[in-house]
């Protein structure tokens, strides 16, 4: 099997990690509905929360405020400058949200806030990519015409090794050293609708010489949620004290 390596340039990164789980349930479809409930509240002059410069242009990086769905409920991610942009969500006078026209009161169920250290593992850390949206019309076109397995999974592990470095770069981390991702097997492809557009997406496996926090997300639109990652836990002690990923 062939392994995807990008040689750069420093070691690790401390990142300020804040999972905010609000406390009701929503259709996983709706997530973008979600998103843009948050952002009308806190106003579209806070830039983190949509990265939208104006109207017809984008503030091209790494989203620092993601919009997920954990427990089965809408959950914010932010990362750095975001967990500190996310409190003016919260002094807001009340956190009603208006989705799809339907006004709903809300409370925060769950709130964790933490440091991770993202870096390089001496052992190949496993995880799980949800919904990952790697491929785009012109790169779709030449992974079909590819003649064979093992070299479709080389594409995908060159993807992913691009999605890793757009994440680094985006938390300001340079990495000293090669990333390595490893796909075991050629997932299965599935459409999934975004923006009125059908489009193919990936739930896999990879393993990476990269250890990478819960819940970020990897490839396109990730803060619409997709693309979202978790480390696949070793034991069943350690699923029970994680959170539980639906």
Not at 72 to 91: D, V
Not at 127 to 137: D, G, M, S, V
Not at 210 to 221: A, E, N
Request: glycine share 6%; with cysteine; net charge positive.
């Amino acid at each position: 099997m062939k392994t995807a390596s990008t040689p750069l340039k420093a070691s690790s990164a401390k990142l300020t990690v804040l999972t905010v789980i609000f406390d009701f349930e929503l259709e996983r479809r709706k997530i973008p509905a979600f998103r843009g409930a948050v952002i009308e509240k806190v106003g579209r002059e806070n830039v983190l929360f949509h990265n939208h410069l104006k109207q017809e242009s984008f503030l091209y990086g790494y989203p620092l405020i993601q919009y997920k769905m954990l427990r089965r409920s809408p959950a914010i991610l932010c990362l750095n400058y975001g967990a500190e942009e996310i409190l003016k969500f919260f002094q807001k006078s009340d956190w009603d949200l208006v989705i799809h026209g339907k006004k709903i009161e809300t409370e925060v169920r769950h709130i964790d806030f933490d440091y991770f250290l993202c870096g390089f593992s001496p052992e190949p850390v496993h995880y799980k990519i949800q919904n990952w949206f790697a491929l785009n019309e012109e790169n779709y076109e030449k992974f079909r015409l590819l003649a064979c397995d093992e070299d479709r999974i080389a594409c995908l592990q060159r993807i992913l090794t691009g999605n890793i470095l757009s994440f680094a770069k985006g938390v300001e981390w340079n990495i000293d050293g090669q990333i390595e991702v490893k796909i075991p097997n050629l997932p299965d492809q599935f459409m999934f609708s975004f923006k009125k557009y059908q489009m193919n997406g990936f739930h896999l496996e990879f393993a990476s010489n990269i250890t990478l926090p819960d819940f970020i997300g990897l490839g396109k639109s990730v803060s619409r949620g997709l693309g979202m990652i978790r480390k696949i836990k070793k034991n069943v002690e350690e699923c029970k004290a994680g959170f539980i990923y639906s």
